[in-house]
């Protein structure tokens, strides 16, 4: 999403109001969007999540299946997280292999989840060395109006939050489904990730499409239920001082914990 | 990876990791400014067992040519392992993690790197990890900065680089491989010191919010050391004995 004029103008007018204290859409600094996640929106999926962050969309599906271990892992459970824009989410996306920005998007939100254990991968072992059960949580962007990486994140927690494994026993060295036996995905403890943007010298929480095309910088915090920072990733082509990278910190698990209950509301509300 | 032994005592009682340093201590640093003839600029550094080499070229004609602007040159950095740089062979094409490190150490570089003197150019920065043992990116910007200078290309400072990280429950300097496949925290942070700005800032791993703040101080005190030893390979090339 290349500068032009137009967001130069947009950039300066963003700014004015940011040294006023206000925000384009009339939001306070550190305050997102609003959130809607309707969970189980794909019932063929394991578990599945639509969730709106004001204009950006996303749809996360999560399938479980049985899959080969890694060869270190014999007595863990996989689980991988992706992210794709579609072409119909934002005239500039093409299709064709992920650049750069959507890698990262991808693993940043993979990585957010990962690292605060939220599902518990010992639990998903059906032979061990041999067998364990794979936990697919696959987002897609449908339409964009900045901020991807929250709003996947968002959305894959929601739908593994939903999600249930069917049974497999090991049968004649073949993982073989037992019917009708689904339990939840084992699930440790809810990470919530808050992207803040430094524009000038203030940090907003949330940009939205015009302010992510504003920003200096970013910087992408994940928390977990206990308060804890479990991950984080920086970007763009500008600093934070010491003193920001602290407040971002404080921002993001106090903000987290807002954003957590309405993760566990859309759970409760979905069974 | 490597394999992990589970013995291993990560921090003894004596507060001694697992490769004799101390909590606060970084692995041994070497950097050479230069040493690679047709790049405009290079650097290798030895950061405990890691062996980097950066060359970078520029500022030059940018190709293909819709990638250039017209406000101002653009910065393009490619980091690259070898196969025979890890334990087991790695694929030589770009995988996605290399993609994404290539990013985040092009965001680190650009507040340093004065691109805006140059417009429609590109400053092209190649990294290559000869040998890699964890903390690849860190020293991988360390030794970029000092080839960009090496280049002679204008910069506003150098961006010095370290990680801090949770091991055995304690904050420590520059997370070495053994300690980062079985510590709990690595922390990655790109610094440039007189500008005292951040540039880059990774982290995975469970941090409490006490944790968070004296892991970032840590780190950025682990840069203030990587910097001295980046500004030496500089004076030793350009006014010691050990120029070339």
Known sequence: MTSSVLDD?????ILELLEQGKRVDGRALDEPRE????????????????VRLGETEVICGVKIQPDRPFPDMGDKGIFICTAELLPLSHPTVETGPPGPDVIELARVVDRGIRESHMIDV???VI??????????????????????FDACSYAATAALLSS?????????DTPTLVEGEETPVPIATIPVSVTMAKIGNHIIVDPNGDEWASMDSRITITTDSDGNICALQKGGSDGFSQDDINRCGEISIHVGAKIREKLKQAQMVGQ | MGGRDATMVLLDENGIRCDGRKVNEPRRIM???????????SAYIEFGDNKILVGVFGPRDVHPKHMSNTDTGILRVRYHMEPFSVGERKNPAPSRREIEISKVIKEALEPAVMLDKFPRTAVDVFIEVLQADGGT??????????????AGIPMRDMVAACAAGKVADTIVLDVNNEEDQAGQADMPIGYMPNLEKITLLQLDGVLTPEEYTKCVQVGVDGCKIVYDIQKKALQDKYFGNGGD
Do not use: H, M
């Open chain 1, 35 to 50: 959130i809607s996640i309707e969970t189980n929106a794909i019932p063929k999926a394991n578990g599945s999540a639509r």
């Open chain 1, 164 to 172: 249930k494994t069917p049974k497999w026993n090991w049968v004649d």
């Open chain 2, 137 to 150: 990116r860190c020293a991988a910007l360390s030794a970029a900065s000092v080839a960009l200078a090496d």
């Open chain 2, 31 to 41: 950097i050479k400014a230069g040493g690679l003839k047709n790049a405009d600029g």
């Open chain 1, 127 to 148: 032979e061990k060395n041999k067998s364990v059960v794979g936990v697919f949580a696959d987002n897609v962007v449908v339409d964009y109006d900045g901020n991807l």
């Open chain 1, 9 to 13: 103008l947009k950039k300066s007018q």
């Open chain 1, 122 to 124: 010992s639990q998903l």
